[in-house]
């Protein structure tokens, strides 16, 4: 479900995974916003799997959570 703001953003939310994978097939975004910890996953995979992805490896991805310590996110490359 999309959202449409006044500042001209469509904003696809995908609270899991596998609704991340669909909607990726489908819709290329301008950039991604990924979460650490989703209920059935993790962000950081989806983000190692985006930048193996020839189409979406231009993308820029902008990670977040507020689960895990900076560090331990820091450390992580993506």
């Known amino acids: 479900m999309a959202t449409s703001y006044n500042a001209g953003y469509d904003v696809g939310p995908c609270g899991t995974v596998n609704h991340f994978n669909e909607v990726v097939g489908h819709r290329l975004p301008d950039m991604f916003i990924l979460d650490i910890l989703l209920p059935d996953g993790n962000g950081l995979d989806n983000c190692r799997q985006l930048r193996k992805n020839e189409q979406t490896v231009g993308v ?5 959570s507020a689960h895990q310590a900076k560090q ?4 992580t490359v993506c």
């Open 72 to 75: 331990d996110v820091e450390a």
């Open 60 to 64: 820029p991805v902008l990670i977040m």
